[in-house]
């Protein structure tokens, strides 16, 4: 049975998307200015790209200088599959890693991997000026700083669209968290995981980050927008990889899924592979995986997923008893 169920589950997979998270276009492309195309030039700006990329899989900005990635950063062109120089002032190396060789390389180098799967996030950036208050909408000029920023620092960003309803709503009262509640309905449109607040003014940003009830804030300083966007975004990432990446304080888990179907089973195997998820049992409606990771990580991916936690006293649907016997870890219950 478990075998039928992930061939079909396999078959829809490559059809039905998952309704929530989002993959980081371009996740392995990284672009560093040269003053030359001379092959030392070259090889240590390969270099550079590879320490952003390595901040970019992680989501830890001390990552870049981890004395585990010295091997690699000696011969980066290894992992390239491919580059070109761009013309501009200065002139821009592109370079676009292997994602198979460079993921492999950097968890056999013993560095813990934020999935390509990340929360979208929703961002009213507020830009408090002199002249009035601006909100960066989707097709604004001024918000292609925000999108290079998200894309520097792998994070799925997306910006409202700034009609005069949002323009009316997002005030800096709003967005400091007095109307949360406000801007949650006004984001329900976008399908978004995470809400991002900003009010930025000349010189410093400061930044919520709402998921569910949960709030992080922060603040930035930067000379430019393009600094202030990058700021906030690397911050954004660092929390969001500190609670959705399998990494450190991993723990032997066994997790029970009810409600299940062939369609939720397709994207509950994507939402559960950064932790190496192995399926052990399947009766009727419920799964039982095995698979390595914190409690408290394994919870926020489900919840990216609209799963929600089972008290442990509530009884299963059929009534009867998994054959898979517990595990030495801790066992988690949701259903859908």
Known sequence: MRTTLRLLAFCLSCSVLSAVAAQVEGLHEVREPVASQEAGERSAAMARALQSLVVRLTGDRRSAADPRLQPLLADPQQLVQQFVYEPGEPVTLAVVFDPVLTERALREAGLSLWHVNRPQVLAWWLEEETAGNRLLAEDQPAA???????????????????????????????????????????????????????????????????????????????????????????????????????????????????????????????????????????????????????????????????????????PAATGQPLQVPAASGERLRFAW
């Open 144 to 314: 292609e700083a925000l999108r290079q920023a998200a894309r520097q620092r792998g994070v799925p960003l997306g910006l409202p669209l700034g009609d005069l309803q949002e323009q009316l709503l997002a005030t800096p009262q709003v967005l400091a968290g007095s109307q949360i509640q406000a801007l949650r309905e006004a984001s329900e449109g976008y399908a978004a995981d995470a809400l991002l607040t900003v009010l930025a003014r000349p010189g410093e940003a400061d930044w919520q980050l709402w998921l569910g009830e949960e709030r992080q804030s922060g603040s930035v300083r930067g000379a430019s927008r393009e600094a202030l966007a990058d700021g906030v975004l690397l911050e954004v990432a660092e929390r969001l990889a500190a609670r959705f990446a399998a990494g450190a304080g991993a723990q032997s888990l066994t997790l029970e899924v009810q409600g299940s179907d062939l369609a939720r089973f397709a994207s509950l195997e994507r939402l559960l592979e950064p932790f190496g998820a192995q399926l052990r049992e399947v009766q009727g409606d419920r799964l039982v995986y095995r698979l390595q990771g914190t409690p408290a990580q394994v919870r926020a991916q489900l919840q990216l997923g609209r799963l929600h936690e089972l008290p442990a006293d509530v």
